[in-house]
């Protein structure tokens, strides 16, 4: 990964942001978010939907999925289980390339720029992460990401990106996929993210947690004691439950754009993610629609003029 070095007092600001930038996109995942089953990945989701089905519709967030999350030591994990109503064939052929999920992710606030890569080693992708304004390219903070098509067969898919190293002490960035087929055509799917911090990533969390962060909360109910009332996790929990949701969410847009005409898709994705979010403002509201419209509009554009140049 390049960090570019930044000179006078606003070095360790600008880098706090980005810690909190990364974070905000969830990108990596704890170890124990890729756990898998003995019995292999693809048997695991499959165990996971057929305990989960039932529950699917009736929770708070209006929408069938589920959300784990969970703290350690030097780690973090979020992850997600929900079904998208789109057929397996259809999500599992619009997520399996770095192309694809540039278009992912560039629904994100944080996410600047993003492109395709390849080397002898195999595929992968350039990840900019910076701000929620307007910001260059060469402002933001760059990570490699391996991309990896680890299983693909008529009823299983799973995507796996990884990155080693990150900014201010974090590394093991992991973000996995994994798909199957649904009653009704639909896709169940689980989506992960984790990643690791040493101490200096702790402290840069630990200053934007205690300032503009200090009042941003996730969406699990926690136990505040015999006397009060169950309260929204909050911390590094809150924040990863913030992205995991922003993820599953932009998954979710840019597969119901794709039953756009090819030259409105990019506009509907936008505008889908945006509504989606502000289902949940008290989690997710960062800034007003129009604000986000532009501000995307001229990163995906940006983002279109790389690839054909």
């Not at 505040?224 to 929990?237: E, F, K, L, N, T």
Request: glycine share 10%; aromatic share 10%.
């Amino acid at each position: 990964m390049i960090v570019r070095q930044r000179s006078g007092g606003s070095r360790a600001l600008r880098a706090v942001a980005c810690c909190a930038a990364l974070l905000w996109m969830g990108i990596g995942a704890a170890q124990a978010a890729g756990a898998e089953s003995n019995a292999g990945p693809s048997a695991a989701l499959g165990a996971r939907y057929a305990l989960l089905k039932d529950g699917l519709g009736h929770n708070q967030f209006n929408r069938p999925l589920h959300l784990e999350s969970s703290e350690g030591k030097n780690g973090v994990r979020g992850e997600i289980f929900a079904l998208v109503s789109y057929p397996f064939a259809t999500a599992g052929a619009a997520l399996n390339t770095p192309a694809q999920w540039c278009d992912v992710l560039i629904l994100h606030l944080n996410t600047k720029h993003c492109r395709p890569s390849a080397d002898a080693q195999g595929a992968g992708l350039q990840l900019f992460i910076g701000k929620k304004f307007d910001q260059p390219v060469d402002d933001a903070y760059k990570l490699d990401f391996d991309y990896r098509v680890a299983a693909r067969t008529t009823d299983f898919l799973q995507v796996k990106l990884s990155a080693n190293e990150g900014p201010l002490g974090t590394s093991d960035y992991r973000i996995v996929l994994e798909a199957t087929p649904a009653e009704e055509g639909k896709t169940f799917i689980r989506l992960a993210y984790s990643y690791s911090y040493g101490l200096l990533g702790q402290l840069a969390m630990q200053t934007y947690l205690g300032t503009v962060g200090r009042s941003k909360v996730g969406f699990t109910q926690v136990d505040a004691g015999a006397d009060s009332p169950p309260r929204s996790v909050g911390g590094m929990r809150g924040l990863v439950e913030r992205n995991t949701m922003r993820y599953y969410l932009a998954i979710e847009s840019y597969l119901g754009a794709l039953s756009a005409a090819p030259r409105a898709r990019v506009e509907k994705s936008l505008r889908d993610w945006f509504a989606a979010t502000e289902a949940y403002p008290r989690q997710l509201h960062e800034m007003e629609q129009s604000d986000y419209l532009a501000m995307k509009r001229k990163e995906y554009s940006r983002q279109l003029a790389a690839v054909v140049n």
